[in-house]
């Protein structure tokens, strides 16, 4: 019996090419057959984010040097990758980018009880399908509640940070890795493939894997 192919994940949930890769590379998983483990780890995209967050699209514009045509054009296209894959990308004027450290802390206490992935699943769910603000502890305890896990626990992890030097270290390890930018996948440990590749090259990459594994 051949070993499931180890597939780790850098990512943020306030990234939506993240989603759109993940369920690209998800597709070409079933397409091929391929047995494997998924293990996600955390990237904040905006460490300096204040707690109150920004509007997505001033955020955009300012961090990106975008119009607002072009980033209505890039929604529009995200929204359509979106469609093709199942996943309901749903911004409207008011959406707002936030701060994720806390949402990291959360998905790395999910991984103890092993839903970090159904919890990720959720929390991409509850920020670009929902709008729900990932920047209280209130709403991520309820969203961790809704996929089972035992929202006081939740909480209290959060109030008490316990597993804030976790996730910095991990951060930390993932940036001494070259890691800038997300989502930024690597295969078997040593094949690194960054940015949302579409589900033909992740099933490429599958394919040639395999055969190297043979």
Not at 161 to 183: K, M, S, Y
Not at 196 to 205: C, E, F, H, L, M
Request: charged share 25%.
């Amino acid at each position: 019996m051949t070993e499931p192919l180890r597939i780790d994940i850098v990512s943020d949930v306030m990234c939506p090419w993240c989603i759109i890769g993940y369920r690209q590379l998800a597709q070409a998983l079933e397409a091929t057959g391929t047995a494997h483990e998924i293990h996600w780890h955390p990237f904040e995209l905006n460490p300096q984010m204040p707690p109150e967050g920004q509007n997505t699209r001033a955020h955009i514009i300012e961090k990106y040097g975008s119009t607002p045509e072009q980033s209505e054009q890039s929604r529009q296209q995200m929204k359509a990758l979106g469609d093709s894959l199942g996943f309901d990308f749903a911004w409207d004027e008011d959406s707002r980018m936030h701060n994720t450290f806390n949402t990291h802390q959360v998905l790395h206490w999910a991984e103890t009880q092993d839903r970090k992935h159904d919890l990720k699943m959720a929390l991409f769910e509850a920020h670009f399908t929902e709008g729900r603000d990932l920047s209280d502890n209130t709403v991520l305890a309820d969203i961790a509640s809704e996929i089972g896990l035992d929202r006081d626990e939740a909480l209290a992890v959060l109030d008490d940070q316990r597993f804030a030097n976790d996730v910095r270290n991990t951060e930390t390890f993932w940036q001494q890795q070259g890691i800038t930018g997300v989502p930024a996948v690597v295969f078997d440990r040593k094949h690194l493939v960054t940015g949302a590749q579409g589900v033909d090259n992740y099933t490429s990459i599958l394919t040639q894997l395999a055969e190297m594994k043979d």
